[in-house]
Every structure is written in structure tokens, then in C-alpha cells.
Nanobody
């Protein structure tokens, strides 16, 4: 089992920045590929970004490419999402997830084994 706890969400004006963190506990964090997903009101949960187990490979949704950066610190068992130039359409609950296929960068939700409870990000115009 892997337990994931997100933090760092909040209210920010358009153009601002936030950094989300996801603290992992349980099994060896570095064995897992990690990802961020988000769900806006009335919409399905969607992929945001993913990173392989040692952080050598990353992938981003087109909507956040160039604005968001995913990273991980395996020594601290923590995943990050740096979000810059935020837009109102980035408003959503953001979830981190862990996948046992750690060597890969995984963009499909169905391939993730563990999920956090989510943190709310609200971007005002």
C-alpha cells in the first residue's frame, strides 16, 4: 500500500503561481511512477503530468505544457507540481497518483494503483 497526501492548493489570481506537493508513505516511493490529474466541476478527471520513477522522463497535457513542471524528490518521498501562469480554466481538484509500473511515464488513469484525496486549486480572473 502507498498512502498519498496532497497539499499546497488554494486561491490565486490569474497569472499567479502555486506549488503542489504530494507526500508518499508506505512502500518505496522510488519504485513508482507518479502523476498529477485534475477534475473540474462537471467534468471528468483528466491527465495533467507524469514522471518516471527516477524523474528522467516526464509528460504533460498540452493544456499545461510550458506552464507546469512536475518533479520528485525520492529522498523526501515527495512529488511536486509547480504551476505558473495560472488561468481560470486550471481551477480544479488536483490529485496525485502512483503507478507500480515505475519505469514508465504513464498518462492513463486506469494504470495508476493509488490515489490521494485531492487538493483544491481555484484561479480567479
Amino acid at each position: 500500500q502507498v498512502q498519498l497526501v496532497e497539499s499546497g492548493g488554494g486561491l490565486v489570481q490569474a497569472g499567479g503561481s502555486l506549488r503542489l506537493s504530494c507526500a508518499a508513505s508506505g512502500r518505496t516511493f522510488s519504485n513508482y511512477g507518479m502523476g498529477w490529474f485534475r477534475q473540474a466541476p462537471g467534468k471528468e478527471r483528466e491527465f495533467v503530468a507524469a514522471i518516471s520513477w527516477i524523474g528522467s522522463s516526464t509528460s504533460y497535457a498540452d493544456s499545461v505544457k510550458g506552464r507546469f513542471t512536475i518533479s520528485r524528490d525520492n529522498a523526501k518521498n515527495t512529488l511536486y507540481l509547480q504551476m505558473n501562469s495560472l488561468k481560470p480554466e486550471d481551477t480544479a481538484v488536483y490529485y496525485c497518483a502512483a503507478a507500480s509500473r515505475g519505469i514508465l511515464v504513464i498518462t492513463l488513469q486506469a494504470l495508476y494503483d493509488y490515489w490521494g484525496q485531492g487538493t483544491q486549486v481555484t484561479v480567479s480572473s
